[in-house]
């Protein structure tokens, strides 16, 4: 398990430190200021905290000491005069994902963000540019469109370990697209998901992933909690298939995780409908498959299972060896040590939870 979990809440980014046996909180940075995502490059331990700053905008800063100091970066910017419809002038809203480019591009850096923009830097986070080629692809203008939120958002960015130009994203809602040569063009990789909230479900372009990850140990399994219902793939996203449960209480949320070791299990994080958006039954439980989503196991030790609302954003729940954690809407911080078998809370006042990662 590596030892630190990093934060993006609603009122700052909140670091803890697992020391003698038990977690600890090691820093509070932007009090009050809500952090889209908090994120740790594996690469380097930089630590990045994306700001959308009530008043500010959005704002991008970055630590080399863990934060005990910060440096502020420009963010990432549209080039003027694009358009997120015609006639509608696009400006970066909200940063919705960030990812290390890879071990092959030490200084590369991928956002995504709404409206619906992918952006790279190649110098280490000094400066970031969109990329053309997704932002003009045909169907963006006619068939993007916002899910919970007022425009489309980039909210997943999947490197592929084997080679680092090989990319799937995840856009809420338009769907998966997949790049081979490092984002010089891209492709719709949506067979098999359903849009059940417009009038062909099986439309090309227009489905609503909630996060899309890849396990570790086969990048060719890629996995996606979907408004519609839990999908994997076994192809790389050439083709998905519903594995969510169609009674039982894994089918609608927006967290995901896969083990780091075993391609076949995942957790997710249930919640009601999209009507409600609240825990289901007022009880709490992250449900867990063994293999590939054929079976799932409700996992409920040390979780309330009464008078509770949380949910689990789409960032806020994670793995590392046999450890999982997860942040919900209402301020709880919950930590497994055995795969989901047993939880316990690691804070229970915290602000509104929008990411969590586990780094070193």
Not at 153 to 172: A, C, Y
Not at 198 to 213: A, K, M, Q, T, Y
Not at 255 to 271: G, K, L, R, S, T
Request: charged residues 25%; glycine residues 10%; contains cysteine.
């Amino acid at each position: 398990m590596k030892p630190s979990l990093l934060l993006g809440t609603r009122k700052g980014l909140v670091a803890y430190q697992f020391r003698n046996d038990r977690w600890q909180m090691e820093n509070l940075s932007f009090e009050g200021i809500p952090v889209s995502i908090a994120y740790a490059d594996p690469r380097n331990g930089t630590w990045w905290a994306c700001l959308d700053h009530g008043h500010w905008g959005v704002k991008l800063h970055r630590s080399a000491d863990r934060g005990n100091t910060w440096e502020e970066i420009p963010a990432p910017a549209y080039p003027e005069g694009e358009e997120v419809k015609d006639g509608v002038p696009a400006a970066t809203r909200y940063i919705w994902a960030m990812s290390q480019g890879g071990k092959k591009f030490p200084s590369k850096l991928w956002m995504g963000t709404d409206p619906g923009g992918l952006f790279v830097s190649e110098d280490e986070g000094k400066s970031f540019q969109l990329n053309e080629p997704l932002w003009k692809h045909p169907s963006r203008k006619e068939n993007w469109f916002g899910g919970g939120r007022d425009l489309p958002g980039i909210h997943s960015i999947v490197i592929d370990p084997r080679d680092e130009n090989h990319i799937h994203i995840g856009i809420s809602c338009a769907g998966v697209f997949e790049t081979f040569d490092g984002g010089k063009t891209w492709e719709v990789r949506n067979k098999g998901l359903r849009a059940d909230f417009l009038p062909d479900p099986s439309v090309e372009v227009g489905h609503d992933p909630h996060i899309l990850i890849a396990a570790p140990t086969n990048p060719d399994a890629l996995w996606q909690q979907n408004h519609c219902g839990i999908f994997r793939s076994t192809d790389g996203a050439k083709s998905w298939q519903d594995v969510g449960q169609t009674e039982g209480p894994a089918r609608f949320g927006f967290a995901i995780a896969v083990a780091e070791d075993n391609a076949e299990q995942a957790w997710v994080a249930p919640a009601n409908s999209d009507g409600t958006r609240t825990a289901i039954k007022g009880a709490l439980c992250i449900c867990r498959t063994d293999d590939g989503g054929k079976n799932w196991k409700e996992l409920r030790k040390g979780l309330p299972q009464e008078n509770c609302f949380d949910i689990v954003y789409r960032h806020s729940l994670v793995t590392s060896g046999e450890a999982l954690a997860f942040g919900t809407t209402t301020g709880n911080l919950f930590f497994s040590p055995d795969r989901g078998e047993n939880w316990e809370a690691i804070n229970n006042y915290l602000p509104m939870v929008y990411s969590v990662q586990f780094a070193d």
